[in-house]
T-cell receptor, first 116, second 117 residues
Framework: AQTVTQSQPEMSVQEAETVTLSCTYD???????LFWYKQPPSRQMILVIR??????QNATENRFSVNFQKAAKSFSLKISDSQLGDAAMYFC?????????????FGTGTRLQVTL | GAVVSQHPSWVICKSGTSVKIECRSL??????MFWYRQFPKQSLMLMAT?????????EQGVEKDKFLINHASLTLSTLTVTSAHPEDSSFYIC?????????????FGPGTRLTVL
């Protein structure tokens, strides 16, 4: 079974600084997707960024980028120029590509605090 | 992305009663929806996969007779917690899946907080 591990329960970053959240996963599959979701205090899950395993290029979305190391099964999220609104729980998630709807496996989450 | 609603956003009920939670896909037809449960300060745990027109697929350890799922249309799935007990108190979240070829994308509802007294 696939597992997703987030080893940092909590992280803190100063406003305007950069922070990296770690995620590792375990799978025997070669075709899959990885995601970072943000859950703010409202508890609405928001997709931050996604990475297709077959793509070597790291995904970027404005201030958010990933470092995808397929061989090491590592998928870290870098947040640049951190803002107060980035404070939230961040979940790393894995999805096996079956061509049809397939479930997500979530990590345990990292709570990010943003300080002034 | 898709717009997903849940109703109610919160509910309080007495032990032994049943509660129905609705999940609606507002802007596209969803053949597959997922139901998750999230306890405080924990991650999302998948409960079941809801497929339009067929029986739901439950994850190991989830009681199908307690958590009844009905996906009667392409825009609505319901989760009914039967004979609710305090240990069922949790945050329930649904998600909808884009049809192929974007079957890997899930969009989440805002969640329903259930408190059983």
């Amino acid at each position: 079974a696939q597992t997703v591990t987030q080893s940092q329960p909590e992280m803190s970053v100063q406003e305007a600084e950069t922070v990296t959240l770690s995620c590792t996963y375990d799978t025997s599959e070669s075709d899959y997707y990885l995601f970072w979701y943000k859950q703010p205090p409202s508890r609405q899950m928001i997709l931050v960024i996604r990475q297709e395993a077959y793509k070597q290029q790291n995904a970027t979305e404005n201030r958010f980028s990933v470092n995808f190391q397929k061989a090491a099964k590592s998928f870290s999220l870098k947040i640049s120029d951190s803002q107060l609104g980035d404070a939230a729980m961040y979940f790393c998630a894995y999805h096996k590509n079956t061509g049809t709807a397939s479930k997500l496996t979530f990590g345990t989450g990292t709570r990010l605090q943003v300080t002034l | 992305g898709a717009v997903v609603s849940q109703h109610p956003s919160w509910v309080i009920c007495k032990s032994g009663t049943s509660v129905k939670i609705e999940c609606r896909s507002l802007d596209f037809q969803a053949t597959t929806m997922f139901w998750y449960r999230q306890f405080p300060k924990q991650s999302l745990m998948l409960m079941a996969t809801s497929n339009e027109g067929s029986k739901a697929t439950y994850e190991q350890g989830v009681e199908k007779d307690k958590f009844l799922i009905n996906h009667a249309s392409l825009t609505l799935s319901t989760l009914t917690v039967t004979s609710a007990h305090p240990e069922d108190s949790s945050f329930y979240i649904c998600s909808v899946v884009w049809s192929v070829p974007r079957a890997h994308e899930q969009f989440f509802g805002p969640g329903t907080r259930l408190t059983v007294l």
